[in-house]
């Protein structure tokens, strides 16, 4: 059970930390207004996360393979992140004043990080091989409590990941030039934008 923790701490600590629309909008939200929006966007992503696990571990992911599901799905996953992404351009050509939050900053920072990661049918194939990772790692089909144990281990990583994050996020926001700040946001508009086309090719 503690080789599947700590395999599951690993794979969480590498898909919360690889880049992604995720990464690129806590950034934007996190150098605009500090640490506590960059932290809100990371655990938003939490709530996504976790649904597509359940989904990735229990064998729902055939739902997910039918077209009326997927397609809509990553359409409206395409519209979003080239939303997002348009959004983080005006902001490098733009730039916004830092201490501006807007109303219910913290709230939208949340749901944003929520919308991303569950508009995301790509987090499917990712859990997909993960559960084969799991049986592979087992040696057999795994127990419930197997399962459970590697789904924990995952979102631990995955907590601890936010934090960690967000606090460098942070820090960076205070010790970066405006000149850095755009290239920042121009760098993630691009890479939302770039991620909105990949979705669109899948459907």
Known sequence: MLTIFFYALVFGFVFCLSPGAV?????????????TPALLVQIGSLVGDAVWAVIGLTGMA???QHDAVRVPLTIVCALYLAWLGVRSLIDAWHLPAADTAPARGGQNALAVGAAI????????VYWGALGSALSGIVGATPSHAQTLMFFAGFMLASVLS???????????????????QRISYGVGG???????VLSAQGV
């Open 162 to 180: 936010c934090f960690v994050i967000a606090a460098l996020v942070n820090l960076l926001r205070k010790n970066a030039s405006p000149l850095w």
């Open 117 to 124: 990661s569950l508009a995301n049918p790509k987090n499917i």
């Open 190 to 196: 691009l890479v939302l934008m770039y991620l909105a």
């Open 62 to 64: 055939l739902l997910i």
């Open 23 to 35: 990464l690129a909008e806590t950034l934007r939200r996190g150098l605009l207004h500090g640490f």
